[in-house]
Antibody, heavy 115, light 112 residues
């Protein structure tokens, strides 16, 4: 059974940083691209970042490019999202997903950016 | 960026009625590899999203066959042949052909 468990969320002040983790199990982690997608409270879904299976290439939308960094540790089956210069509009539930077609989603972790 | 336009915004249907949701993209979703990376996702109240359909019409494992997907290029449809109580929630289409990946704004299905 595929499991994706996100951790690292919480309340953070604007301009500060936060790092999310996603531990994966139930599939061969290093065979798959991985992604992060977020959902602001009461809003729709927004893709945040993707990384190739080797970690050699990463992709971001303009809304987070230069502030967020996706990375992975294939030895630890773990995906990361380093979020810097956080803004109030980054407040959302962040989901870890497998690949870019997202057959599997984690339970999500809440990030609140507020002073 | 590819804009995904979903209609209707909401649906209120009785158990057993059919449902149809439209998704139109601002450009063709046919990838250079020949595949069309259009998926449908359901988010039930208080839950994480769950993918139902990928590559336009392929059902994910465990998804009832009352769900079906169709379409090509820029126009796509999700159909439920007979709505059941467990189908309530918000349905999203999304494309993974072009970066940035983009989602439709969602269709909320309510059960009468």
């Amino acid at each position: 059974e595929v499991q994706l468990v996100e951790t690292g969320g919480g309340l953070v002040q604007p301009g500060r940083s936060l790092k999310l983790s996603c531990v994966a199990s139930g599939f061969t982690f290093n065979n798959y691209w991985m992604s992060w997608t977020r959902q602001a409270p009461g809003k729709g879904l927004e893709w945040v970042a993707s990384i190739t299976n080797s970690g050699g290439s990463t992709y971001y939308p303009d809304s987070v490019k230069g502030r967020f960094t996706i990375s992975r540790d294939n030895a630890q089956n773990t995906l990361y999202l380093q979020m810097n210069s956080l803004r109030s509009e980054d407040t959302a539930t962040y989901y870890c997903t497998v690949g870019i077609a997202a057959p599997y989603w984690g339970q999500g972790v809440m990030v609140t950016v507020s002073s | 960026d590819v804009v995904m336009t979903q209609t209707p915004v909401s649906l209120s249907l009785a158990i057993g009625q059919p449902a149809s949701i439209s998704c139109k993209s601002s450009q063709s979703l046919v990838h250079s590899d020949g595949k069309t990376y259009l998926s449908w996702i359901l988010q039930r109240p208080g839950q994480s999203p769950k993918r139902l359909i990928y590559l336009v019409s392929k059902l994910d494992s465990g998804v009832p066959d009352r769900f079906s997907g169709s379409g090509s290029e820029t126009e796509f449809t999700l159909k439920i042949s007979r709505v059941e109580a467990e189908d309530l929630g918000v349905y999203y289409c999304w494309q993974a052909t072009h970066f940035p990946l983009t989602f439709g704004s969602g269709t909320k299905l309510e059960i009468k």
